[in-house]
């Protein structure tokens, strides 16, 4: 049988390679591939390090290419005569099917093997995931395997090769079409579902992605195996004489039965999920381990309800099946515990309603044109979670993401589904928990310490610890020994720590009685749960709820299983004067979409440090662009790390401002800022601008002479100012960094580490600009490129790489260690006189001047690089890559909340591969390099062919002996 069949196989690729044939088919194939992959898709204008262009018109492609290598395989021999001879032989028609299958299989496998080059391109000059290349090339391969053998089957049925190839293709080409979007929209509820799990190249998009589906490998084996025997049938079929009437019943009753049970097992593993492979580097489409255990420790019963019409916008309907097989995804891994239900609301007056009233949510209008008309669909494209008493609503904007292409139409896709789902969950889940809840899930019970000086207590704090007492006895009766309270006296010479011991183990210092006494005092709250430490300073006139609210906070602080707080400040929008030339300027700062991205994980809420003291209840606080901070603002950040909070900083020499009249840009210097600040903890942020020829677009205004007259227009030209983090200037053993492809960091001063000051913490440089960096502190951001042709700006010093954004994890020794506090009398006393308080209303008790071992710090040298003005204007020069901005903030929050279980997920999502910075001359060497290789693998393949075929003893079909030996 194998000796039959490959002789067979042989036969039919000599005919091939034994003429022009071949090279014909093959040529067409890759010139086709090559010309789509670099012109039509304009793969170097689109910067992304992927394959996509390869394939996305490969199934269009295989159905002309199968269709002019099938059409002559049985209507050449039928026209010829050499059918008949085929058909006396001893042989199987099985075999002689399956030898013209291979011949044909034999010839596409070596024109998909000719574009190996391109991804061997894209990965030498980018990070490619060759997990959905690999996908890619079996989803072709499969693909090519059901046209082969649709080919077949056509042509054994007619002696015409032109009506073959016609016939072929139309064939091929309704699979395709079925699965389309355009035919699925137009259709509509459930028969499109139906028409998407026939058509060919809806099937091809799943493969292609890089996850290996069972249903859809089985589904390309069985279109495959139909025709195969209704190729073998039709040939038997020639043989039959009138009185095999049984015979014929027979063969068809079998090949009956063989093509309706293909036809149900496809019907039958329909419906089931989880029966696939992740090939991607990330597992990006398989549920995390993270989300797997969150929803394991789910109590109470868990909704996810999607909200979608099935009249909707074209371009969101091939959406709806990639959600509905993640929500069954969380379905599975919630056993029970979570229900997971696609719903139209328009198609139930009551679900709308309550859509509506309950959640808020209401449709969506979406514009929907064509050549003839334009229309507004108002359509539901939103997922609630909803969890007892907490609920969560995803709509259109935070689930889909769209990015124009060169070619004038739009990319439209989900985000990162399952990270967007995971942290609604966590968001309704952790906002549900309560303290006796998260009290009885501790493996050890926490202790919580009063470090009191009765003696020397002024009487005006004896309310305060009252409520101190009060509040610590009452959890502590209502944990069952899971919260330990106790007040200890460090003057008492029995008490297990001292005040020296207070002082080098937590850093707290005693606080004066008075101004002039000489006697001092404690009243300090310390928390330990675990190895984690957390300070409360609760206020000089703390009422029993606001200790009760510190105490809860810092508990909150030191477990997991609550939902974490981000306090964020950000710069007031008040105009400010230019120090040099006096004009006014406008400040552009806004932070909708950091607030957007950070809201989906967390809780928000804007802080004012202007009072001294951080709210207590923040896990993080993240200041953008501090400036204007007077000394209790300093101290009121100073004191937040000492407590061992978490600080993001993102900062600079200068901010970004419009001009008087609104037209351009300019920078102005960052006064009263956290430079100094910082300093004392060991980072050193400088006041200069930093330059790099490594860098990304901008939008300028450029003069150019046109025939002797002076035209101005608006040109995307490669701006040093904005810095272009390689992966290569990204830290990959930070979790911080570690998977982002690329960061662009605008008008960005450079960030050092004082390894004096951080010798005993952890640390790590985060993200450092190329070796071809240089500094200025000239602020003139237009570039002239008249004096300065190569890069618009003058150079200065050395180039090298410079550290731009940091990270440090330890013991911080508090910059008012040395510096008297914002709360301390500054009126000069005179005898007999009581000193003026320096303010009124609460005031922290004391100063801690040391850190413990949790607290974080993390600067970032650009304080604009995640603005709304800036991403937008990203989005629209360069796709996709301003998410990039929005994920390095957003995991440095991720990572000083230690909150790295969303930060796993999110790297595992559509972070963007992007290809190294290439000229125009290396893209059109690289384009032409893989022309060539093409043309020479091809002539190598042609001509080696010839001269094997030269040296063999030729296939004769003569007497059936030859065949067998």
Same mark, same amino acid.
């Given at each position: 049988?194998?000796?039959?069949?490959? +002789?067979? /196989?042989?036969?039919?690729?000599?005919?091939?390679?034994?003429?022009?044939?071949?090279?014909?088919?093959?040529?067409?194939?890759?010139?086709?591939?090559?010309?789509? =992959?670099?012109?039509?898709?304009?793969? =170097?204008?689109?910067?992304?390090?992927?394959?996509?262009?390869?394939? *996305?018109?490969?199934?269009?492609?295989?159905?002309?290419?199968?269709?002019?290598? /099938?059409?002559?395989?049985?209507?050449?021999?039928?026209?010829?005569?050499?059918?008949?001879?085929?058909?006396?032989?001893?042989?199987?028609?099985?075999?002689?099917?399956?030898?013209?299958?291979?011949?044909?299989?034999?010839?596409?496998?070596?024109?998909?093997?000719?574009?190996?080059?391109?991804?061997?391109?894209?990965?030498?000059?980018?990070?490619?995931?060759?997990?959905?290349?690999?996908?890619?090339?079996?989803?072709?391969?499969?693909? @090519?395997?059901?046209?082969?053998?649709?080919?077949?089957?056509?042509?054994?049925?007619?002696?015409?090769?032109?009506?073959?190839?016609?016939?072929?293709?139309?064939?091929?080409?309704?699979?395709?079409?079925?699965?389309?979007?355009?035919?699925?929209?137009?259709?509509?509820?459930?028969?499109?579902?139906?028409?998407?799990?026939?058509?060919?190249? +809806?099937?091809?998009?799943?493969?292609?992605?890089?996850?290996?589906?069972?249903?859809?490998?089985?589904?390309? %084996?069985?279109?495959?195996?139909?025709?195969?025997?209704?190729?073998?049938? &039709? %040939?038997?079929?020639?043989?039959?004489?009138?009185?095999?009437?049984?015979?014929?019943?027979?063969?068809?009753?079998?090949?009956?039965?063989?093509?309706?049970?293909?036809?149900?097992?496809? $019907?039958?593993?329909?419906?089931?999920?989880? %029966?696939?492979?992740?090939?991607?580097?990330?597992?990006?489409?398989?549920?995390?381990?993270?989300?797997?255990?969150?929803?394991?420790?789910?109590?109470?019963?868990?909704?996810?309800?999607?909200?979608?019409?099935?009249?909707?916008?074209?371009?969101?309907?091939?959406?709806?099946?990639?959600?509905?097989?993640?929500?069954?995804?969380?379905?599975?891994?919630?056993?029970?515990?979570?229900?997971?239900?696609?719903?139209?609301?328009?198609?139930?007056?009551?679900?709308?309603?309550? @859509?509506?009233?309950?959640?808020?949510?209401?449709?969506?209008?979406?514009?929907?044109?064509?050549?003839?008309?334009?229309?507004?669909?108002?359509?539901?494209?939103?997922?609630?979670?909803?969890?007892?008493?907490?609920?969560?609503?995803?709509? =259109?904007?935070?689930?889909?993401?769209?990015?124009?292409?060169?070619?004038?139409?739009?990319? $439209?896709?989900?985000?990162?589904?399952?990270?967007?789902?995971?942290?609604?969950?966590?968001?309704?889940?952790?906002?549900?928990?309560?303290?006796?809840?998260v009290l009885a899930a501790l493996a050890e019970p926490v202790r919580l310490t009063l470090y009191v000086t009765p003696d020397t207590l002024p009487a005006s704090l004896a309310t305060t610890q009252e409520s101190i007492v009060t509040v610590a006895g009452?959890?502590?009766?209502?944990?069952?020994?899971?919260?330990?309270?106790?007040?200890?006296?460090?003057?008492?010479?029995?008490?297990?720590?001292?005040?020296?011991?207070?002082?080098?183990?937590?850093?707290?210092?005693?606080?004066?009685?008075?101004?002039?006494?000489?006697?001092?005092?404690?009243?300090?709250?310390?928390?330990?749960?675990?190895?984690?430490?957390?300070?409360?300073?609760?206020?000089?006139?703390?009422?029993?709820?606001?200790?009760?609210?510190?105490?809860?906070?810092?508990?909150?602080?030191? +477990? &997991?299983?609550?939902?974490?707080?981000?306090?964020?400040?950000?710069?007031?929008?008040?105009?400010?004067?230019?120090?040099?030339?006096?004009?006014?300027?406008?400040?552009?700062?806004?932070?909708?979409?950091?607030? *957007?991205?950070?809201?989906?994980?967390?809780?928000?809420?804007?802080?004012?440090?202007?009072?001294?003291?951080?709210?207590?209840?923040?896990?993080?606080?993240?200041?953008?662009?501090?400036?204007?901070?007077?000394?209790?603002?300093?101290?009121?950040?100073?004191?937040?790390?000492?407590?061992?909070?978490?600080?993001?900083?993102? /900062?600079?020499?200068?901010?970004?401002?419009?001009?008087?009249?609104?037209?351009?840009?300019?920078?102005?210097?960052?006064?009263?800022?956290?430079?100094?600040?910082?300093?004392?903890?060991?980072?050193?942020?400088?006041?200069?601008?930093?330059?790099?020829?490594? #860098?990304?677009?901008?939008?300028?205004?450029? $003069?150019?002479?046109?025939?002797?007259?002076?035209?101005?227009?608006?040109?995307?030209?490669?701006?040093?100012?904005?810095?272009?983090?390689?992966?290569?200037?990204?830290?990959?053993?930070?979790?911080?960094?570690?998977?982002?492809?690329?960061?662009?960091? &605008?008008?960005?001063?450079? $960030?050092?580490?004082?390894?004096?000051? #951080?010798?005993?913490? *952890?640390?790590?440089?985060?993200?450092?600009?190329?070796?071809?960096?240089?500094?200025?502190?000239?602020?003139?951001?237009?570039?002239?490129?008249?004096?300065?042709?190569?890069?618009?700006?003058?150079?200065?010093?050395?180039?090298?790489?410079?550290?731009?954004?940091?990270?440090?994890?330890? !013991?911080?020794?508090?910059?008012?260690?040395?510096?008297?506090?914002?709360?301390?009398?500054?009126?000069?006393?005179?005898?007999?006189?009581?000193?003026?308080?320096?303010?009124?209303?609460?005031?922290? %008790?004391?100063?801690?001047?040391?850190?413990?071992?949790?607290?974080?710090?993390?600067?970032?040298?650009?304080?604009?690089?995640?603005?709304?003005?800036?991403?937008?204007?990203?989005?629209?020069?360069?796709?996709?890559?301003?998410?990039?901005?929005?994920?390095?903030?957003?995991?440095?929050?991720?990572?000083?909340?230690?909150?790295?279980?969303?930060?796993?997920?999110?790297?595992?999502? /559509?972070?963007?591969?992007?290809?190294?910075?290439?000229?125009?001359?290396?893209?059109?060497?690289?384009?032409?390099?893989?022309?060539?290789?093409?043309?020479?693998?091809? !002539?190598?393949?042609?001509?080696?062919?010839?001269?094997?075929?030269?040296?063999?003893?030729?296939?004769?079909?003569?007497?059936?002996?030859?065949?067998?030996?």
């Amino acid at each position: 049988m194998k000796r039959q069949i490959l +002789s067979i /196989t042989r036969k039919e690729l000599g005919s091939y390679f034994g003429s022009p044939l071949a090279l014909i088919f093959l040529g067409t194939f890759l010139a086709a591939v090559l010309f789509i =992959f670099f012109t039509v898709n304009t793969f =170097f204008a689109r910067g992304i390090a992927d394959v996509r262009p390869l394939f *996305q018109w490969m199934p269009i492609l295989l159905i002309f290419l199968l269709a002019a290598l /099938t059409m002559r395989q049985w209507s050449e021999e039928q026209r010829s005569g050499t059918q008949e001879l085929l058909l006396t032989l001893p042989v199987n028609p099985l075999y002689l099917v399956l030898g013209k299958f291979l011949a044909v299989m034999t010839i596409i496998a070596l024109a998909l093997l000719l574009t190996l080059p391109l991804p061997i391109t894209v990965g030498l000059i980018g990070n490619l995931d060759w997990g959905p290349v690999l996908g890619g090339y079996l989803a072709a391969l499969l693909m @090519a395997g059901a046209y082969a053998a649709i080919g077949l089957f056509v042509s054994s049925r007619t002696d015409n090769q032109i009506v073959a190839l016609i016939v072929t293709v139309l064939l091929g080409g309704l699979f395709y079409v079925v699965g389309t979007r355009g035919v699925t929209n137009f259709v509509g509820g459930g028969i499109s579902q139906i028409l998407w799990a026939i058509g060919t190249g +809806s099937r091809f998009e799943s493969i292609e992605r890089g996850v290996i589906d069972l249903r859809d490998l089985v589904y390309y %084996l069985s279109l495959t195996g139909v025709f195969l025997t209704l190729n073998t049938v &039709s %040939l038997d079929a020639v043989r039959w004489s009138q009185q095999q009437r049984a015979y014929r019943r027979r063969v068809w009753l079998t090949a009956g039965l063989l093509i309706l049970n293909l036809i149900l097992l496809n $019907v039958w593993l329909f419906p089931l999920q989880g %029966l696939r492979l992740d090939l991607t580097a990330q597992q990006e489409y398989s549920l995390s381990q993270t989300t797997k255990d969150l929803i394991d420790n789910v109590q109470e019963p868990l909704l996810i309800r999607a909200y979608i019409s099935d009249k909707t916008h074209p371009l969101l309907a091939p959406l709806t099946p990639r959600i509905r097989d993640m929500l069954r995804e969380y379905e599975i891994a919630g056993s029970g515990r979570l229900a997971a239900e696609v719903v139209d609301p328009l198609q139930d007056p009551e679900v709308e309603a309550e @859509a509506n009233q309950v959640y808020g949510i209401r449709p969506t209008p979406f514009q929907v044109s064509d050549r003839y008309e334009a229309s507004v669909i108002n359509s539901y494209f939103d997922i609630l979670i909803r969890y007892g008493d907490q609920n969560v609503v995803l709509n =259109f904007q935070d689930l889909v993401e769209a990015q124009a292409q060169p070619d004038g139409t739009v990319d $439209v896709r989900l985000r990162n589904l399952e990270y967007d789902l995971t942290s609604g969950i966590k968001k309704v889940v952790y906002g549900f928990q309560s303290i006796d809840a998260v009290l009885a899930a501790l493996a050890e019970p926490v202790r919580l310490t009063l470090y009191v000086t009765p003696d020397t207590l002024p009487a005006s704090l004896a309310t305060t610890q009252e409520s101190i007492v009060t509040v610590a006895g009452e959890i502590q009766d209502s944990s069952n020994g899971k919260f330990l309270f106790q007040v200890v006296n460090p003057d008492d010479p029995n008490a297990p720590v001292t005040r020296q011991a207070l002082q080098e183990t937590y850093g707290l210092q005693p606080i004066p009685v008075s101004f002039f006494s000489a006697d001092s005092f404690y009243q300090h709250l310390v928390l330990e749960n675990g190895d984690q430490v957390q300070i409360i300073a609760p206020s000089s006139d703390a009422t029993e709820g606001d200790v009760r609210i510190a105490i809860e906070s810092a508990l909150k602080q030191t +477990s &997991s299983g609550f939902l974490k707080v981000i306090g964020l400040w950000t710069p007031p929008d008040t105009p400010v004067s230019d120090p040099i030339l006096g004009n006014t300027l406008q400040p552009i700062a806004s932070y909708d979409l950091l607030r *957007q991205q950070l809201s989906q994980a967390y809780t928000v809420r804007d802080v004012d440090l202007s009072t001294g003291q951080a709210p207590g209840d923040i896990d993080v606080l993240l200041l953008m662009s501090p400036q204007g901070f007077d000394e209790k603002a300093l101290f009121a950040v100073d004191q937040y790390l000492m407590r061992g909070g978490s600080v993001v900083v993102v /900062t600079g020499g200068y901010s970004v401002m419009f001009d008087q009249f609104g037209q351009q840009l300019a920078l102005n210097p960052i006064t009263q800022g956290v430079q100094e600040l910082l300093a004392s903890y060991g980072v050193n942020v400088s006041s200069s601008l930093l330059l790099d020829a490594q #860098n990304a677009p901008f939008p300028v205004s450029v $003069v150019r002479d046109v025939g002797g007259f002076q035209v101005q227009e608006i040109q995307a030209i490669d701006y040093p100012f904005f810095v272009d983090v390689r992966s290569d200037g990204l830290n990959s053993d930070s979790p911080i960094a570690a998977n982002l492809p690329a960061l662009t960091l &605008s008008w960005a001063s450079p $960030v050092e580490l004082d390894e004096t000051l #951080n010798a005993n913490r *952890q640390t790590a440089v985060l993200a450092q600009s190329s070796a071809n960096a240089w500094l200025t502190a000239n602020t003139n951001i237009q570039p002239d490129f008249a004096l300065y042709p190569q890069t618009g700006f003058p150079t200065s010093g050395e180039p090298q790489s410079y550290p731009l954004a940091v990270s440090v994890q330890g !013991i911080f020794q508090s910059y008012f260690t040395d510096r008297p506090s914002p709360f301390q009398p500054t009126a000069e006393s005179v005898e007999g006189a009581e000193p003026t308080p320096a303010a009124a209303g609460p005031q922290p %008790l004391g100063t801690i001047t040391l850190s413990p071992e949790s607290a974080r710090l993390v600067v970032i040298g650009s304080p604009s690089f995640v603005d709304d003005f800036l991403l937008n204007l990203s989005a629209s020069l360069s796709g996709e890559r301003y998410l990039n901005s929005l994920q390095f903030l957003q995991n440095s929050v991720d990572w000083s909340a230690e909150d790295l279980d969303l930060l796993s997920i999110r790297s595992r999502g /559509t972070a963007t591969r992007l290809l190294d910075p290439l000229s125009e001359q290396q893209q059109s060497t690289w384009e032409v390099a893989n022309y060539v290789v093409a043309l020479a693998a091809l !002539i190598a393949i042609y001509y080696g062919w010839r001269v094997r075929s030269r040296r063999e003893q030729p296939i004769i079909l003569t007497p059936p002996a030859t065949l067998e030996g």
